[in-house]
């Protein structure tokens, strides 16, 4: 009993390390070069807020905790290549790449610098698709309700822009170190849409979602209406009468912008056309169209 104490004992003091296994897959030849009994060892010490994976000649030794230091046994003396490299969901990148010698029955130490990349987790509740750009370049999309991560360097300028290329957010990347920084943006309430009537009458705007009369626009002039941001379907009237109809995304970001169409003949609007047996249809909500009608800057 006391001889079995005595080993767990020793087991809790002995540094962890981790040994050169190789698995059934097609870099099983490659991975029984590598492991040699009583061969050499290698030490990784990581000084970064994440966690690092320890390659050697293309044969994945393990990981290295963020802030420690971490040694793999058995490796076979002589030259090898070493790669260092930072994984975690669909981001991967390289932080050493160099060729290194492993001495017979001693270890190699490599002490990694402190990287000054972090990584950057976005999200943002817009309901279209926004461009990532880390110092004006495109490097990822965020989609609508769902988060994405990307690589920058401490003092890089992180940007989402539209699909014109309005600037929805700007950022600046403090942290590094492979650590985590997350930002998120914020849609503005509302947005702003001008409307254009080539007509000779005037016109009368209305929300088609909600039946709220916006506003007249005279003839031959535009005018800004303020409406809640995202998706809105808008109804032009003429004496009454629905003239033209349009679905626009309302960007807070964007110069929105719908010129009515004016058709040959004037589509009668359900709410004031008499139906076919004569009864009127005063009240009736009208049929949308829907038809996307956009035009940004």
């Known amino acids: 009993m006391r001889r079995t104490a005595l080993i767990a004992l020793l087991l809790l003091l002995i540094p962890a390390t981790a040994s050169a296994v190789c698995k059934p897959n097609a870099r099983r030849a490659r991975c029984q070069q590598l492991v040699a009994v009583a061969?050499?060892?290698?030490?990784?010490?990581?000084?970064?807020?994440?966690?690092?994976?320890?390659?050697v000649d293309g044969v994945k030794l393990g990981y290295v905790a963020a802030g420690q230091t971490g040694r793999f046994t058995d490796l076979a003396p002589g030259k090898h290549r070493l790669r260092v490299r930072y994984r975690g969901g669909d981001?991967?990148?390289?932080?050493?790449?160099?060729?290194i010698r492993i001495p017979a029955k001693k270890t190699r130490r490599i002490a990694l610098q402190a990287s000054d990349i972090a990584r950057v987790r976005i999200a943002g509740?817009?309901?279209?698709p926004l461009s990532v750009e880390v110092n004006g370049y495109s490097v990822a999309t965020l989609y609508p309700?769902?988060?994405?991560?990307?690589?920058?360097?401490?003092?890089?300028?992180?940007?989402?822009r539209t699909e014109s290329g309005a600037e929805a957010a700007r950022w600046r990347v403090r942290a590094d170190r492979l650590a985590l920084q997350s930002f998120e943006q914020h849609t503005p309430?509302?947005?702003?849409?001008t409307v254009h009537n080539p007509c000779r009458d005037p016109l009368m705007v209305v929300d088609a979602y909600t039946g709220q009369r916006m506003g007249?626009?005279?003839?031959?002039?535009?005018?800004?209406?303020?409406l809640p941001s995202g998706r809105s379907h808008l109804v032009a009237q003429r004496r009454g009468a629905v003239l033209d109809d349009a679905l626009l995304m309302a960007s807070p970001w964007d110069l929105n912008q719908w010129?009515?169409?004016?058709?040959?003949e004037p589509i009668p609007d359900a709410r004031y056309?008499?139906?076919r047996d004569g009864r009127s249809n005063r009240g009736r909500q009208a049929e949308p169209r829907p038809r996307r009608v956009a035009d940004r800057r």
């Open 39 to 55: 061969g050499g060892a290698l030490s990784v010490q990581n000084p970064n807020e994440a966690p690092v994976e320890v390659m």
């Open 91 to 99: 981001a991967r990148f390289p932080l050493l790449v160099t060729k």
């Open 125 to 128: 509740d817009w309901v279209e």
């Open 145 to 160: 309700d769902r988060r994405t991560q990307v690589r920058a360097r401490r003092g890089a300028s992180v940007v989402l």
């Open 189 to 193: 309430t509302v947005a702003t849409v």
């Open 216 to 226: 007249r626009v005279l003839p031959g002039r535009s005018r800004l209406f303020t």
């Open 259 to 264: 010129v009515v169409q004016v058709p040959e």
């Open 273 to 275: 056309a008499d139906s």
